[in-house]
């Protein structure tokens, strides 16, 4: 998915845009980059951070950077941030999302005849700098970023570090957070807000869908008004966001214990111990474990100072060696225990696969599985947070298909409900691939309700296919 923290300072800015950035890097993607602008011109740095933390990428760096104002991105292929030079005045750009007619767009571009893209992304166009063309189009910074986000089919929140400050512009339908934060002397734009508090930032507020900020040292003020429809991704609550964050007032950690919660009301077990599958998996543990008075474990501890997260590597053998080599199992914990674990999602299901078999083989005696969202039935359109290529290769998809003899899309709807058979066959079907003792999933109603926001503010489309 990827993420970006920008910062205008009445001093030198550089170490809260380095940690601010680096407070990103759980997004897991593969590529960081920052932006400074000094007195009189703009510096730039870009990393591979595929297989190596952030900070040690870019400590050298930092302490050639100086200015009052910058922008960092952890993004997910491409290189960022993108310099540019045009009628509007040289600026920097970053952006995150997803542009679904990158190539309807592109080929507009070149019509004109006086278009071109230097910038390449696994041998095709940089988003970024295709977004970057449909901004120079515009009279001023503000009708450029509106004329891309109106063209753009998808998501795309960026920032723009120019001369007069930062334009920080949430994604038309705000369906990924843009945060303000301040200091004495400093204003901070983030995606995440777990980056405020250490930097001694307090949250200000979240910008709304749509609208578009310039940020200064004295502040952000509003230069675009937000519209008035958002759909945030739910899932930023489940997975991708990190527990110290929060959405739209909704802490991550929080929404997480609530959903396990949910989890324990309605799809109660006979087991001795609850567990989280790690990181992500935890919060939805410990609301399940605190809500059925079930003691919390951990029957498997996540080495980390190596191994980076498993969606990651874009091939699934080497996602599934990373998961594997991450996740080391207690033996003494396991053996001869009834295991409940909560777990984010069910993606592909072929980590969890190989999981459920070495907690068998450690000696467990059975093993439950809590999924703290409904199955993903429909591929994102929205966001790159997960590898698939396709979205036959979600775990539900592969269980429709079997179930349908090779046709998967007549009654996707029915496998969305959960109380129809059509569902309760997939998931039955998921849990014997699997090898699960039980399977049962979150409720999206359940879903809604442990993150507190108004359903028609949330963004559903993977689980339900409701835009």
Not at 375 to 389: A, E, H, Q, T, V
Not at 395 to 406: F, H, M, S, V, Y
Request: net charge positive; glycine share 10%.
């Amino acid at each position: 998915m990827g993420g970006f923290f920008g910062v205008s300072s009445r001093d030198d800015c550089i170490t809260d845009l380095f940690y601010g950035t680096d407070y990103h890097s759980h997004l897991g993607t593969r590529r960081g980059g920052m932006a400074v602008l000094g007195r009189k011109r703009f510096a730039r740095c870009i990393h591979d951070i595929t297989n190596a933390q952030f900070r040690s990428k870019f400590e050298h760096d930092i302490q050639h950077l100086r200015g009052p104002t910058g922008i960092g991105v952890i993004s997910d292929t491409e290189d960022q941030p993108v310099l540019v030079r045009s009628h509007l005045g040289d600026y920097a750009i970053v952006t995150v999302g997803r542009i679904n007619n990158a190539q309807e767009l592109a080929d507009k571009a070149f019509a004109s005849r006086h278009t071109h893209f230097a910038e390449m992304s696994d041998n095709e166009i940089n988003p970024t700098e295709l977004v970057s063309s449909l901004i120079n189009q515009g009279k001023t910074f503000v009708d450029g970023i509106a004329r891309a986000q109106s063209a753009i089919e998808g998501s795309c929140s960026m920032l723009l570090l120019t001369r007069e400050g930062i334009y920080a512009a949430r994604d038309r339908l705000g369906r990924t957070p843009v945060i303000v934060g301040r200091k004495a002397g400093s204003t901070a734009v983030t995606m995440e807000t777990c980056s405020f508090p250490n930097l001694g930032y307090t949250t200000v507020r979240d910008l709304g869908p749509g609208e578009v900020v310039l940020v200064t040292a004295k502040g952000a003020r509003t230069v675009k008004p937000a519209g008035k429809r958002t759909q945030i991704c739910a899932f930023l609550w489940v997975y991708y966001g990190y527990p110290a964050s929060s959405y739209e007032g909704v802490n991550v950690e929080e929404a997480r214990c609530r959903c396990g919660e949910m989890l324990a009301g309605r799809c109660p077990a006979k087991v001795d111990m609850v567990a989280g599958i790690p990181d992500s998996g935890t919060g939805h543990a410990i609301g399940y474990s605190n809500a059925a008075g079930i003691p919390h474990g951990r029957p498997f501890v996540k080495y980390t100072p190596t191994w980076p997260r498993s969606f990651m590597p874009q091939d699934q053998e080497q996602r599934d060696l990373v998961a594997r080599m991450k996740l080391i199992p207690v033996a003494e914990i396991i053996r001869k225990k009834r295991l409940l674990f909560c777990e984010d999602s069910i993606v592909r299901g072929t980590q969890l696969k190989d999981t459920v078999c070495r907690l068998f083989r450690s000696g467990a005696r059975e093993v439950h599985m809590r999924p703290a969202c409904p199955p993903l039935i429909y591929g994102c359109k929205f966001l790159n947070f997960s590898r698939s290529r396709s979205e036959l290769d979600l775990a539900a998809r592969t269980a429709i298909q079997k179930l349908e003899g090779g046709r998967d899309v007549d009654h996707l709807k029915e496998y969305a409900d959960p109380s129809s058979d059509r569902h309760a066959a997939m998931v039955e079907e998921i849990r014997k691939r699997l090898g699960l003792t039980s399977l049962a999933y979150q409720r999206l109603d359940d879903l809604v309700a442990a993150i507190g926001l108004p359903r028609e503010k949330l963004c559903t489309y993977c689980w339900s296919g409701e835009e």
